[in-house]
């Protein structure tokens, strides 16, 4: 380690910027989240820098740089300044043994800025002495999805409770607990859950001994679906801090990746017409791991809300008194549309988007079929598969055009997604001839030539329904 890492008190300090450009602009932005009182120094300052200087109410001063403008710096960054100039700024700094950072020149640097993580209080500065900047800053987004913004307000709230811990707990392993649980435990899931109130109440009861039953909670997680990539950073931040994983079938494998290893699995899948655990005992198996104390996460494809049941995990959570938090997730329709460029809605053409399940209990789900049957009516069917010959009679049968589009879009997201592209009066047979299984979303009234990549689907089907006329 060539390099030693510090933080530095700029309170009252000033800083000295001298350049006029984008890299210019760069430091002092990054310096305007200090105290300190910041001086640049050029005779033209570009457009963006002057925004950051208005922004941060720093000092031009509109000449070029003299070296007693380094009277009193505790920094100075030269930036983009040809050669000459930036001799003199470095010489300047040395002389009077002031740290400086020339931009892109490592070997004329005598400190280095890291890629830093900005939680309020709690910051994380990540240094790779220059080599690889890009790893840092890759670095630094990972650590940014695993800290909440609010986690800088949880550091400050710390802060603010210190004395009163320190005159309610004894030191050592009292105060030590009382902190893992802060930071990790039953107290940083509440403040989660609700900052104020039942954050504050569960300090107290910590502070004052009450040694309440420790409830858990219940966090239902839309997974979106299958991609991993599609996961909220919020779905990432409760799978890390997830003690058990209560999931679905249709949560993509990347997915279970961000839990903690030593998280429980618990695998409730249910495969269509296949044996499955019943909801009633999916609700049991939540209580009972958050009336154990337990940080439950329930992971569910797409949404929990559409077509995912959340609502009556929700219900019997809340009659059970367990605290439940809900973080929506890309559902099916959406997320596959995306990944074939189908445009849902389309300016002058549809002005809804509906998005209904072909299927109802074991059956056949009623819809009103003359609406949807109307000119424009653009829709997504969820669980449609098996129903596809009911929902085409049905339409048919309500006056559908015979040729309004259809675009099928199997485990999209995933490695092994497949489209097909139709009409109403081809679905069931593009559906075979796509050997469409499920799951699948059912797109209908959405023009397939919106797309830029359905190309080589709409040439197969049109080949295929020649040979069948042939
Ligand atoms: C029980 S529903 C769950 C829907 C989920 N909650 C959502 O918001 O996407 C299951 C149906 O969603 C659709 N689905 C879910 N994931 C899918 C995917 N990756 N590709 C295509 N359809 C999908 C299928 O219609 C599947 O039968």
Not at 293 to 300: D, I, N, T
Not at 301 to 309: I, L, M, N
Not at 433 to 454: E, F, M, Q, T
Request: charged residues 25%; hydrophobic residues 45%.
């Amino acid at each position: 380690m060539r390099y030693y890492p510090v933080f530095l008190d700029l309170e009252a300090k000033t800083v000295v910027i001298v350049g006029g450009g984008a890299e210019a602009a760069q430091k002092l932005r990054l310096m305007a989240k200090t105290p300190a009182r910041i001086v640049v120094i050029t005779p033209f300052a570009e457009r963006e820098l002057s925004t950051e200087i208005d922004a941060a109410g720093a000092c031009l001063i509109s000449r070029d740089f003299d070296a007693d403008d380094l009277h009193g710096a505790a920094l100075v960054f030269a930036c983009g300044l040809d050669e000459a100039d930036e001799a003199l700024v470095h010489a300047a700094a040395t002389e009077r043994n002031i740290q400086i950072n020339v931009v892109d020149k490592q070997d004329k640097c005598s400190f280095l800025t890291p890629s830093i993580v900005d939680r309020g209080s709690l910051t994380i500065a990540i240094g790779t002495e220059g080599a690889a900047p890009v790893l840092g800053q890759g670095i630094k987004a990972h650590l940014e999805a695993m800290l909440p913004p609010s986690i800088g307000s949880l550091v400050d709230k710390a802060s603010a409770l210190r004395p009163r811990v320190a005159r309610a707990l004894d030191k050592g392993s009292p105060r030590r607990d009382f902190w893992r649980s802060f930071f990790f435990g039953d107290i940083r899931s509440a403040f989660d859950r609700d900052p104020e109130a039942g954050f504050e109440q569960s300090v107290d009861d910590a502070l004052s001994g009450d040694k309440r039953e420790t409830t858990g909670s219940v966090s239902l997680v839309g997974a979106g679906p299958g991609d991993a990539d599609l996961l909220t950073l919020k779905a990432q931040r409760r799978l890390l801090d997830a003690d058990v994983i209560v999931y679905d079938r249709l949560v993509g494998p990347g997915v279970l990746e961000y839990a903690r290893r030593d998280a429980e699995r618990i695998d409730v899948g249910k495969a269509p017409g296949k044996l499955s655990v019943s909801q009633t005992r999916i609700n049991d198996i939540l209580i009972e791991h958050a009336s154990a104390g337990k940080r439950v996460v329930r992971l569910k494809g797409g949404d929990p809300y559409v077509f995912g049941r959340g609502g009556e995990e929700q219900a019997a959570l809340v009659a059970a008194g367990i605290p439940v938090d809900v973080v929506p997730g890309i559902t099916a329709a959406v997320a596959c549309a995306a990944e074939i460029r189908l445009p849902l809605t389309w300016r002058g053409e549809n002005r809804s988007f509906t998005v209904m399940t072909g299927t109802a209990g074991d059956g056949a789900a009623d819809h009103d079929w003359a609406a949807l049957a109307k000119p424009g009516a653009a829709f997504s069917i969820y669980m449609g598969v098996r129903q596809a010959g009911h929902i085409q009679r049905k339409l048919l049968g309500a006056g559908i055009a015979e040729d309004t589009p259809v675009v099928v879009v199997e485990n999209g997201t995933r490695p092994d997604q497949k489209t097909a592209v139709g009409t109403i009066a081809t679905l069931t047979r593009t559906l075979a001839l796509g050997a469409i299984k499920g799951p699948a979303i059912i797109y209908v009234g959405l023009d397939p030539a919106r797309s830029d990549v359905l190309d080589a689907q709409i040439e197969t089907q049109a080949a295929a329904e020649e040979r069948i006329a042939s």
